[in-house]
């Protein structure tokens, strides 16, 4: 019986390139980059060109609303970047950084799969270039600055405890770390008060990385975070301690994105790492701009659904960016498509053409919702052993009813070969001119008719209902005068609605708002629709498990 092999197995098997050879693809010399080892380097600010930018194509890569095991963006990102290269386009993908919490939890690593992946894999998937550190010890610095000043008797801003919103982050899952008190011990061990650890990937620092253009930027965005207030009601900021000079110096070689390559020799830039059910869920606007000023296809993806990354991206990102993107992709697998045509779990790989003509109608929304931005897209049905001709048959009839094209991509299996056909698919959408971008809602608009607006149209709602300190909230955020923020909704990635049980194209739902986060320093109002949390758990038996490291260093159980 024939065995595939592991996404590691192929990883580790690939002759790379030095990363010098990488960087002179993209006309880069060898003294413009700083090298992390020989597959690694970091690519400095001096190299974004606005002007190049301009003329260079943004394909934005998303998905249907996926299964717990995910539908292959990365993958399909990557194949179609192999696939961009093979049909003679200058190509490049940019990615995110995966998080160790669900490289240990879930995921077992993020990084692309089968003959579509980007290396050096086990690198990129564990420290990387310690960009995650860096964004860890920046947010943990202001908590240690907000407790200090509490305690402080000699520069005491009067802050009351009780307000404080800021927590500190590891980059890792772990429960027990929500919901704590600090500060106990004695008089000289901190002031008592609750407090609690997100996960780094789901922090507003790298919310904060993700959205800055620049250092500057950067830096006045760090000073712009939201605190909390001092006893008599005046808000604090970051900028209040003096907190954003010391922060930007530990984000100094992070801000700047990562140059690895995939395995047939291209380049890949990577760099931020947002969750997108929380926070916006795509790479930072530094490395698209990298990208778009060095190659002329730039390949991106946005995290989880449509209704999700792809949503925040060009309603959040876009906006922040001055980014247009030339074309998008709606990832689609046959196993999803059961899945909503109401195939339990153990069920996934059992063929029914019935079951994907029901389940299209979620991506039907999802196409749907793409066009309400200005952009037709090319749907790429990410091949897996077990699809059938007669479902693909029906996926691709169903598309051409709606005027769109879905091609089947092999790039797991056969890379950029397996590529070809979806890549020209997208130089032809591109080259039509049909696609025309805008974003969804004004940014002016008031927050209710934001969050209304995101709901109604991408999610399929009635209406939206507003908990009571969800209203409470946002008499808050009128009053800091930041209702002209757009808006980044914290929901559950499995559903159109805030119920994750309410799979396919839900109806005669309304969403609830739970609360507001307050992102003024990522530039973002974040409504929190039903029990989502920024510090996921493990799950009974972690990825964590399966994973080893042997005598001569070669790791095992990623994937």
Request: net charge neutral.
């Amino acid at each position: 019986m024939n065995k595939f092999k592991s996404d590691l197995e192929i990883a580790q098997n690939v002759q790379m390139a030095h990363i010098k050879n990488i960087a002179a693809k993209l006309n880069i010399s060898e003294d413009d980059i700083e090298m992390y080892g020989k597959y690694k380097a970091k690519l400095p600010l001096s190299l974004i060109n606005e002007e190049k930018q301009k003329k260079n194509k943004l394909i934005l890569v998303t998905a249907l609303t996926p299964t717990p095991a995910g539908e292959g963006k990365t993958t399909v990102s990557i194949g179609l970047t192999e696939g961009l290269n093979k049909i003679g386009k200058q190509a490049t993908v940019v990615l995110r950084e995966p998080s160790l919490g669900p490289v240990f939890g879930i995921k077992g690593g993020a990084a692309g799969g089968g003959h579509s992946q980007v290396v050096p894999m086990e690198d990129i998937n564990l420290h990387f270039t310690g960009d995650f550190s860096a964004i860890e010890k920046a947010n943990n610095l202001l908590s240690a600055l907000i407790d200090n000043n509490i305690q402080s008797k000699t520069r005491n801003l009067n802050i009351d405890p009780r307000t404080v919103t800021w927590k500190r982050v590891i980059d890792m899952n772990d429960r027990s770390l929500r919901h704590m008190v600090i500060g106990l011990g004695g008089t000289t061990d901190g002031i008592p008060r609750e407090g609690g650890f997100n996960i780094t990937a789901a922090s507003e620092i790298m919310a904060i990385l993700c959205m800055c253009n620049n250092m500057d930027d950067l830096k006045e965005k760090l000073g712009s975070i939201f605190i909390g207030f001092t006893f008599d009601k005046k808000p604090i900021y970051a900028k209040d301690l003096n907190a954003q000079g010391a922060m930007a110096l530990l984000l100094k070689d992070a801000i700047q994105p990562n140059l690895v390559q995939t395995l047939e020799g291209n380049p890949a830039i990577i760099h931020g790492g947002p969750f997108a059910n929380i926070a916006q869920g795509t790479n930072t606007i530094i490395a698209t701009k990298m990208g778009l000023s060095l190659c002329n296809y730039v390949v991106t993806e946005a995290g989880f659904g449509a209704d999700l990354g792809a949503e925040k991206f060009m309603d959040i990102k876009c906006g922040y960016g001055d980014l247009s993107p030339d074309a998008l992709v709606i990832v689609a697998t046959i196993r999803a498509l059961r899945h909503h045509g109401g195939a339990k779990k153990d069920q996934y790989g059992n063929a029914s053409v019935d079951r994907v003509s029901v389940g299209f109608s979620n991506l039907e929304k999802h196409i749907e919702n793409m066009k309400k931005f200005g952009l037709t897209p090319v749907v790429a049905i990410n091949h897996r052993v077990g699809d059938t001709k007669e479902e693909i048959i029906v996926v691709q009839e169903k598309c051409a009813a709606l005027g769109v094209n879905a091609v089947v991509s092999m790039g797991w299996a056969d890379g950029g070969n397996g590529a070809q056909d979806i890549a020209q698919a997208v130089v032809n959408s591109i080259e039509s001119g049909a696609n025309n971008f805008n974003r969804l809602y004004d940014w002016n608009a008031p927050v209710v008719e934001k969050i209304e607006t995101i709901a109604r149209e991408i999610y399929g709602a009635d209406g939206v209902d507003f908990a009571a300190k969800a209203k409470r909230d946002l008499k808050g955020i009128e009053n800091l005068g930041l209702a002209h923020l757009p808006i980044c909704m914290a929901k559950t990635q499995k559903s159109f609605s805030d119920n994750d049980k309410l799979v396919n194209r839900p109806t005669g739902f309304k969403v609830t708002v739970r609360e507001f986060e307050i992102a003024s320093g990522a530039g973002f109002l974040i409504p929190i629709l039903g029990k989502m949390m920024r510090m996921p758990g493990l799950p009974a038996v972690p990825a964590s498990e399966g994973m080893d490291i042997d005598s001569n260093g070669v790791i095992s159980g990623l994937s």
